[in-house]
């Protein structure tokens, strides 16, 4: 299984590397925070895509 040309051992050893860095108790902070940024980013994208539906009109 590939994600963005990253296997499986790959995310692992990416997901263990933050776990060192960060620590266990921050890493759910930390996806929460990425989570939230992500989401504002669609919201954003969906509401610039609409304001340029509404300019062609």
Do not use: H, V, Y
């Amino acid at each position: 299984m590939r994600i963005f040309g990253i296997g499986i051992q790959e995310l692992l050893i990416i997901l263990l590397i933050c776990l060192l860095i960060f620590g266990a108790s921050k890493l759910p902070e930390i996806g929460k925070a990425l989570g939230k940024t992500i989401q504002e980013f669609k919201k954003s994208m969906k509401d610039f895509g609409s304001d340029e539906e509404e300019k062609k009109k």
